[in-house]
């Protein structure tokens, strides 16, 4: 199973992102779907996930209000729209599957597939 996360960049202190992550995996439809950053030298940190049909969403305090996590599973396809962006932001951003539907707290071990990442860098 591939994940392809595509739509990061270089944005300024206070723009906009959207980050997309698509699969041609049938089964996309059943799973929850998660995401995650990476910054140099730290540890991997959940962002947000949705459930398999997209009525349950659970976020990081750390971008509540700033980011929002979507799904289209027409197109197999999971979308993280990133606002208010800060330098503190900059990361590689993977996307994550989680087979069993259900949004987890943000651990990492729930997560069966992973994306590639993309970078995201904001400039002060």
């Known amino acids: 199973v591939q994940l392809q996360a595509s739509g990061g960049g270089l944005v300024q202190a206070g723009g906009s992102l959207r980050l997309s992550c698509s699969t041609s995996a049938r089964t996309f439809p059943n799973w929850a779907m998660g995401w995650f950053r990476q910054a140099p030298g730290k540890e991997r940190e959940f962002l947000a996930a949705?459930?398999?049909?997209?009525?349950?969403?659970h976020y990081a305090d750390s971008v509540k209000g700033r980011f929002t996590i979507s799904r289209d599973n027409a197109k197999n396809t999971v979308y993280l729209q990133m606002n208010s962006l800060k330098p503190e932001d900059t990361a590689v951003y993977y996307c994550?599957?989680?087979?069993?539907?259900?949004?987890?707290?943000?651990?990492?071990?729930?997560?069966?597939?992973w994306g590639q990442g993309t970078l995201v860098t904001v400039s002060s």
């Open positions: 949705i459930a398999w049909n997209g009525d349950y969403t």
């Open positions: 994550a599957a989680d087979l069993s539907g259900v949004v987890s707290q943000g651990i990492l071990e729930d997560y069966e597939y």
